[in-house]
């Protein structure tokens, strides 16, 4: 159950710092990685910065731990590790290169209520 909340936290407040094309992959019988991978993009560096830093504050809220962020120094490509739920921030034109949705292609898209 902890997975499936930091999860809904993690996409609103991704929804909420308006991140572009959100989408949850369920990871838990395709990897030992995590349950989810969550996936989204933002338009420029400060956006995608702000959206990590939204997850971060949301996660802390309700008591959950960010157990490490990589990649704001640069914010082209952010990932937020919760344990359970890791978040891929993206700058669009990465997200398009990397294209994680296809890489992670065996795993169920997760519907989301934002």
Same mark, same amino acid.
């Given at each position: 159950? #902890?997975? #499936?909340? =930091?999860?809904?936290? $993690?996409?609103?407040? /991704?929804?909420?710092? @308006? $991140?572009?094309?959100?989408? $949850?992959?369920?990871?838990?019988? !395709?990897?030992?990685? $995590?349950?989810?991978?969550?996936? /989204?993009? +933002?338009?420029? &560096? @400060?956006?995608?910065?702000?959206?990590?830093?939204?997850?971060?504050?949301?996660? #802390? &809220?309700? +008591?959950? %731990?960010?157990?490490?962020? &990589?990649?704001?120094?640069?914010?082209?490509?952010?990932?937020?590790? =919760? &344990? %359970?739920? !890791?978040? %891929?921030?993206? %700058?669009?034109? #990465?997200?398009?290169?990397?294209?994680?949705?296809?890489?992670? +292609?065996?795993?169920? @898209?997760?519907?989301?209520? =934002?």
């Amino acid at each position: 159950m #902890e997975s #499936e909340q =930091l999860l809904d936290i $993690a996409a609103k407040a /991704c929804d909420d710092k @308006r $991140a572009e094309n959100i989408v $949850a992959l369920d990871m838990k019988e !395709v990897s030992l990685i $995590a349950d989810y991978f969550l996936i /989204c993009h +933002g338009t420029n &560096e @400060r956006q995608v910065d702000a959206i990590s830093k939204g997850i971060k504050d949301a996660v #802390e &809220e309700q +008591g959950y %731990h960010v157990k490490k962020i &990589e990649g704001r120094d640069q914010s082209r490509w952010v990932l937020v590790d =919760l &344990e %359970h739920v !890791v978040v %891929h921030i993206f %700058h669009k034109d #990465e997200r398009e290169y990397y294209n994680l949705e296809k890489l992670w +292609g065996d795993a169920d @898209r997760v519907q989301l209520s =934002l």
